[in-house]
């Protein structure tokens, strides 16, 4: 699935340059807006979701990846909620080709990049997003809980601006599940040496599961669901808006 060439703007990797000439600050605002507009409109009917976040970088038969695909069954099958990743290669293509082999929904969040990284095989239905922060929200926005497996840069970004939400209570106390305990041993010593220092309290340890048992994660994400999850009902397209399901 080819990322269509009118996604791509060359202009926007300068918008960090500082005040601009204010026709192009409009433009700008709209084409955030329009972003915005686009993401809502083509993901409206897919939520409830679990996202899965993780690195582009591993490919089928790796450990992380066969991981990510198991997990992405049993989030299908066990907990029943459509799977949303980032869309991608890696871990998001694991997690989506394993929900999608279970029968349920998969759903991504695609990154236009100057490579033109494309949709992965595995989503049933995707939108394609300029910019990183619209996607973030858009992963945050329709999911009730959050598995993070080993990835670079971006997914600390993901993990950290995540965790950020919950302990601020900018989004509900919902599930953050990161799998991988070899991998992610340095940032777990990090975090308790964070409530040494007092910089983040004890407390906050309760916000996010290291663990390695796909068992436990599935419990404990049930749990949170059952105890903070309060069901919405789901309007229908409307026909004439030319909205689909």
């Not at 991608?88 to 929904?105: H, K, L, T, V």
Request: with cysteine.
């Amino acid at each position: 699935m080819e990322v269509p060439k009118r996604f791509i703007d060359r202009t926007e990797q300068n918008w960090l340059e500082g005040p601009r000439d204010r026709g192009f600050e409009l433009l700008f605002a709209f084409k955030v807006l329009r972003e915005f507009l686009r993401g809502f409109r083509g993901l409206h009917f897919v939520g409830p979701c679990i996202t899965v976040f993780g690195s582009a970088r591993f490919k089928e038969g790796h450990r992380y990846y066969e991981a990510a695909r198991t997990m992405g069954h049993r989030l299908a099958t066990e907990i029943g909620l459509a799977v949303m990743t980032g869309g991608g290669p890696g871990i998001m293509e694991a997690a989506n080709r394993g929900a999608r082999e279970a029968g349920g929904a998969s759903i991504g969040c695609n990154i236009v990049l100057p490579h033109e990284q494309s949709a992965n095989p595995y989503v049933d239905k995707f939108v394609n997003i300029r910019y990183f922060f619209v996607r973030k929200v858009l992963l945050a926005k329709y999911s009730y809980a959050f598995v993070i497996f080993p990835g670079g840069f971006g997914t600390m970004d993901e993990f950290f601006e995540i965790l950020t939400l919950v302990q601020t209570k900018k989004v509900e106390n919902f599930p953050i599940v990161v799998m991988g305990m070899d991998y992610y041993k340095p940032i777990k010593d990090f975090v308790q040496f964070m409530v040494k220092e007092g910089t983040i309290s004890p407390e906050d340890l309760s916000l996010v599961l290291f663990t390695d048992s796909e068992e436990e994660a599935v419990a404990h994400i049930r749990h949170y669901l059952h105890t903070n999850y309060k069901p919405v009902k789901r309007r229908k397209p409307i026909w004439w808006l030319f909205e689909r399901s």
